[in-house]
């Protein structure tokens, strides 16, 4: 199936895991919106990335990013929900603060994976699921990751993946009759610019492009049966070899299992 004439919404899609998704989708003739802080004040239309400023701790400034977007499209085929608050200030103090005890957590870390992260995809949903059900098809993909299933970083880190699972499998339930798949992404450790200031102290050795993860959700756009994959958790790297793309260095990820992280 061909994605060209396609709409995309991707949250937080200005940098990092997103900016990659919307890079990718554009590349593949999907016409992309994205939102984000750093997003010029006065968007462009028309474009094939379209960037619109929104915080999305400010549920006015969401509402309006999609109402703009359903003035300028007929509706949204897919939503990427990247947008995240959670990795702000990884080194504080000159100390790599992530993997901190949660007794020595700032208690903002917390709030940033829920505000900036759970809740915000939650809305963002809400106000795409319409247009979709009315299509009765639809993609909504979260962004998730290991730390969902284990204990990996730090544990606000942890909680907030796993109500984003759970979020990604009863929106399932409510929506599969509609025709609308949702699923949960868990990337591998990607080439971020904020995973790359933290660079010293990663093992980059199996880690992925921004882009890669967007090959993943354009293979699940393009797929006239992605139904199937609804409810599910889905690791970017074993989908490449389930739809046979690569990352955009020609290289094929490892896929990791809970057994690896």
């Known amino acids: 199936m061909s994605l060209h004439g396609k709409v995309a919404m991707v949250t937080g899609g200005t ?21 984000g802080r750093s997003a010029p004040e006065h968007p462009v239309l028309g474009e094939p990335i379209t960037a619109i400023r929104c915080d999305h701790r400010q549920d006015s400034e969401v509402q309006a990013a999609f109402d703009l977007v359903s003035r300028e499209a007929e509706a949204i085929d897919v939503l990427v929900n990247s947008v995240w608050g959670g990795y702000e200030g990884m080194v504080e103090g000159g100390q790599f603060t992530w ?55 730090n544990v606000a880190y942890g909680v907030s993946k796993a109500a984003t699972d759970k979020m ?18 868990y990337p591998g450790l990607v080439r971020t610019e904020k995973v790359m200031e933290a660079a010293q102290w990663l093992d980059l050795t199996n880690s992925e492009s921004p882009e890669f993860t967007g090959r993943a959700v354009a293979a699940l756009a393009a797929d006239p049966d992605v139904l199937r994959h609804t409810g599910k958790v889905l690791v970017v790297a074993a989908m490449a070899k389930e739809y046979g793309f690569t990352d955009i260095d020609g290289t094929t990820p490892r896929p990791l299992t809970l057994a690896d992280v």
Not at 22 to 27: F, S, T, W, Y
Not at 28 to 35: A, I, K, L, S
């Open 168 to 185: 990604t499998a009863d929106m399932a339930t409510e929506l599969k009759p509609y025709g609308v798949a949702v699923v949960s992404l």
């Open 99 to 153: 993997p901190k005890p949660f007794w020595e957590q700032p208690l903002w870390r917390w709030d940033a994976m829920f505000s900036v992260g759970v809740r915000a995809h939650y809305h963002a949903s809400r106000l795409a699921a319409p247009s979709m059900i009315a299509q009765r098809r639809g993609l909504i993909a979260n962004v998730s990751t290991w730390a969902a299933q284990k204990h990996i970083g």
């Open 15 to 35: 940098k990092g895991v997103g900016g990659g998704v919307a890079r990718e989708l554009a590349r593949q003739g999907v016409r992309v919106f994205v939102t």
